[in-house]
Nanobody, 124 residues
């Protein structure tokens, strides 16, 4: 059974930093691209960042480029999202995603596996 479990969400103030984690089990982690998505209240889920099998390939949505950083630790089956200079518009539920390839995640196509999400609230 594949499980993706996010953690690290919470309430922060605008300008603060927060790091999200997603621990993965039930699949060969190093063989999967990993991504992060966000769903704000009343909006569709949007792509934020994706990282390839190793740490060498990553892509970001324009809205978070330069502020967010995705990384992974294949020894710990964990993917991270470091979020800096948070804005009120960053508020939402953050989801971890896994797919064998970068493209489905990057282009928000059908992704193989999803986590349950962790909420992030940003106060002004």
């Amino acid at each position: 059974q594949v499980q993706l479990v996010e953690s690290g969400g919470g309430l922060v103030q605008a300008g603060d930093s927060l790091e999200l984690s997603c621990v993965v089990s039930g699949l060969t982690f190093r063989s999967y691209a990993m991504g992060w998505f966000r769903q704000a209240p009343g909006k569709e889920r949007e792509f934020l960042a994706v990282i390839g099998w190793s740490d060498s390939t990553s892509y970001y949505a324009d809205s978070v480029k330069g502020r967010f950083r995705i990384s992974r630790d294949n020894a710990k089956n964990t993917v991270f999202l470091q979020m800096n200079s948070l804005k009120v518009e960053d508020e939402g539920v953050y989801y971890c995603a896994a797919d064998r390839y970068v493209t489905p995640i990057r282009e928000s196509r059908t992704v193989e596996f999803w986590g349950q999400g962790t909420p992030v609230t940003v106060s002004s």
